[in-house]
DNA sequence: TGACAGATACACAAATTTGAATAAAAACTT
DNA sequence: AAGTTTTTATTCAAATTTGTGTATCTGTCA
């Protein structure tokens, strides 16, 4: 989809590169947290933008790697969705949602379970997010990724602040 | 992909339905905010489950149409896939997460309007899904359908927060 | 009544995503 | 140095998603 677009030409942006090392960067910048980043996205949408002119292929002999290289096009490309990625509300796919929606049809006893369930691992996905923060996520991402960790961070928080109330609400038969 | 499974699932749980009015429900439910509920999807998902006896084709002559009930596999497989939809806490796609990826690529002016104008939509779409859940969604969702409304709320106020402070950091220099 | 907008109902090609498989090169082990 | 594991790098079939196209039915207003 658009997003994947984006985020391809946005790695070339600095310079070439082959699909393993696109997919590593991506990886680094903890873009699978967020995205559909698996390895067939990836050669695909990189094979389809080259098709279109928007990434030109680089060949390098060795062992059949192929470098991208982004295009003058493929840059006006990445400007233009990048800008409707700010401008542009686009929904936000949870699958927690479709959890929700059928509270109705998990005994109360398994709810509550699986809230409670839920609640300890979102506190240790929390922390684990909040220590990759202070470690300034190491390697060699820009600092403003950080940015992304944080927002995935609040998100996380939203769903656990929403379970944390619900709990209580199901054991005083207020839900479902 | 699985989140669409369940949900198909789950709307046959209480009688057959044909294809266009399982899509119906499922916007009504405003599932069209956080799943991928094209009639593409809808209509290939019903018949793959039916080619694989989770749901059961029953003819209706007229006009064509279609209606899919579900069996005591598809309700199991409902139960399963539900219960690894609450336990498992699965990765949010956020298109908006690429655009905070590549922040530092627009002119600091580019980024300060995007955020400002971002910002007022999402005031405004907290606003309407806070009178949508007054509204008690009108017609003919169950109650806790309110609750989808409320964590969709508590996702958009997640990310306001961060522009807000983000549109004064990038004021000050601090960011990216 | 007949014409026309809108709602109902589905189908389909093209694009994308998934998940797993493959194979060569590099690193490690004994 | 031969064997084993790990990392690198890509490919592919199958599943899913998107976006649009088509046909039928229903209400309604002149």
């Known amino acids: 989809m658009s997003s994947t677009r984006v985020l391809l030409l946005g790695v070339l ?3 070439p590169l082959h699909g393993y090392e696109v997919r590593r960067r991506l990886e ?3 873009a699978d947290a967020w995205a559909n980043v698996a390895y067939g996205s990836i050669y695909h949408g990189l094979g ?7 990434l030109h292929r680089v060949e ?3 062992g059949g790697r192929t470098l991208y290289e982004i295009t003058e096009a493929g840059r006006a490309e990445f ?3 990048l800008m409707s990625h700010w401008w542009e509300i686009k929904p936000i796919v949870d699958p927690f949602q479709v959890a929700l929606t059928f509270m109705d049809r998990l005994s109360p006893a398994d709810l509550t379970a699986a809230m409670k369930a839920r609640a300890v691992q979102l506190r ?5 997010l909040g220590r990759a923060i ?3 996520r190491g390697h060699g991402a820009p600092r403003h990724i950080d940015e992304t960790l944080r927002l995935n961070a609040a ?4 769903q656990l602040t929403w379970i944390e109330d619900a709990v209580g609400r199901v054991g005083r038969g207020e839900l479902p």
Chains 1, 2 share one sequence.
Request: proline letters at 0%.
């Open 124 to 128: 240790a996905a929390i922390e684990m």
């Open 134 to 136: 202070e470690a300034k």
């Open 79 to 81: 400007l233009a969705r």
């Open 28 to 30: 680094m910048w903890g």
């Open 13 to 15: 942006l600095d310079g």
């Open 48 to 54: 389809k933008m080259a098709d279109e002119g928007l």
């Open 60 to 62: 390098e002999g060795k």
């Open 155 to 158: 998100q996380l928080q939203a």
